[in-house]
Structure formats: structure tokens, C-alpha cells
């Protein structure tokens, strides 16, 4: 259950705009908290009993990750960013969902990567929609269009553990070789990139034993060809 507090980051750097943050929850009467100095796993937790987020950085230094995490964690967000975003796997259930939420609630520039061009409400400058199997190498002609990239999401690949056993050439593919593609394309052709996050999945650690948590850096053990493959594509990054 989640209380009425908001989240805003202790910092001593003024990029991180917490001046800023702490006025506007001021001026909107919220409630907030001032968190610093936690590990990531606690920073998760406070996350998930938290209302909401609140980060207005003063300039090019954000935290996408905690942003994204924070929006998986059910938080509402109060953003003030206009970065430049290239979500893939944009037909996805993770990516649609991710874009309606930064084209509803960010200033963000939104390229949205998939097999397919994505024909909906998303029309206006700040949306471009952009057909692409990764499966196959990007054209070097697409770097007029990515290459101010700032942050890649990359949500794209098969996650269907059943197919990848009858078809696991499908999901080496989709998941090692499509990661590769645009790792290589982004090394070439996108040089003011801040962060590529890539989502893997918690079928990496294998089997939980006696209901054990993983973290990060728990040992892996893979178990079908699909956990293999996002391991793999884990190492290319």
C-alpha cells in the first residue's frame, strides 16, 4: 500500500534541481520526503510505498533508470526533462505503455523503434515512429534520424520461454544479434548517448530457491534458451 509522500532526491549537486523540487511541492501543498545516501534496493523499496517522484534536474544530468523504475513501481511522476528518447519494442505491452506515459507526461522527444510504424494519437513534432527489424543491421542512412539520441530503452526481443525452445535460432536472434545491431549502430553513429538500459528478466538467476531475492549481482543460471539469450545480450552491453 502506498503512502501520500513524494520521493525527491537528496543531492548536493545543483543539477539535480532539488531547490526546485522542494518548491514545487511546496507550492502544489504535497507532501515529500528527501532521500540520499540508500542502496538501490532500498531506494526501490521507498519507491514502491511512495505516491510519487518528483525530479526537475537543471540540465542534461537525469536519472532515466530511477525514472522508469519508478513508473514500473506504480509512482506518479512530475518531470521536467526534454531529452531525446529511442524506445524499442515500441508495439510491445512495455512500450506502448511507456509511451503513452512519456508523451503524456514529459517534454521528451519520443522515437519509437519496432517492426512496424506505430499509426496513433502520437502525431506532433515530439513523436517519431520508426520501422525497424533489429534482427537485421541498421542502415547507416538511419543516422540522420537517431543521431542526437541522448537515452536508448531498449524493451525489444521474444520473451515467450516455450517458443524459444522450438525455435531458439528465432530468439538468439531477436534477443543477441537484434542487441548487437543497435549496440553497434549507437557505438557508430550516436555519439552524445548518456545511458543505454537494457531490460533483461529475472529468468537469468533460474530457479528461486527457499523464495530467495534476487539482486543484480546474484549468480546467474540460466535454465531454457530464452534466459540464455538475455544473458548474453546482458554481456553485450
Request: proline share 4%.
Amino acid at each position: 500500500k502506498k503512502n501520500d509522500e513524494w520521493v525527491i532526491l537528496r543531492s548536493d549537486s545543483w543539477i539535480k534541481g532539488m531547490g526546485d523540487c522542494i518548491r514545487f511541492a511546496k507550492e502544489n501543498d504535497l507532501t515529500y520526503k528527501l532521500v540520499g545516501g540508500v542502496s538501490h534496493d532500498e531506494m526501490l523499496k521507498i519507491l514502491s510505498e511512495s505516491k510519487g517522484l518528483i525530479f526537475l534536474p537543471k540540465g542534461g544530468d537525469t536519472c532515466p533508470r530511477l525514472v522508469i523504475e519508478a513508473f514500473l513501481l506504480g509512482c506518479e511522476l512530475e518531470l521536467k526533462m526534454t531529452s531525446k528518447i529511442l524506445v524499442t519494442g515500441a508495439s510491445g505491452f512495455l512500450g506502448r505503455n511507456l509511451l503513452d506515459y512519456l508523451y503524456n507526461n514529459t517534454d521528451h522527444k519520443i522515437y519509437a523503434l519496432s517492426r512496424s510504424l506505430i499509426e496513433e494519437s502520437h502525431m506532433s513534432n515530439r513523436f517519431t515512429s520508426i520501422s525497424q527489424d533489429l534482427a537485421k543491421p541498421l542502415e547507416d542512412s538511419m543516422k540522420d534520424v537517431l543521431s542526437d539520441i541522448e537515452y536508448i530503452i531498449h524493451l525489444a526481443g521474444s520473451s515467450d520461454v516455450k517458443r524459444s525452445i522450438e525455435n531458439p535460432i528465432e530468439t538468439f536472434n531477436n534477443n543477441v544479434l537484434a542487441t548487437t545491431n543497435l549496440l553497434d549502430f549507437t557505438s557508430k553513429h550516436i555519439p552524445n548517448l548518456r545511458k543505454f538500459i537494457f531490460f533483461s528478466t529475472a529468468e537469468v538467476f533460474g530457479p528461486s530457491i527457499e523464495n530467495e531475492k534476487f539482486k543484480e549481482d546474484s549468480p546467474k543460471s540460466p535454465q531454457s534458451p530464452y534466459a540464455f539469450t538475455k544473458y548474453a545480450a546482458e554481456q553485450m552491453c
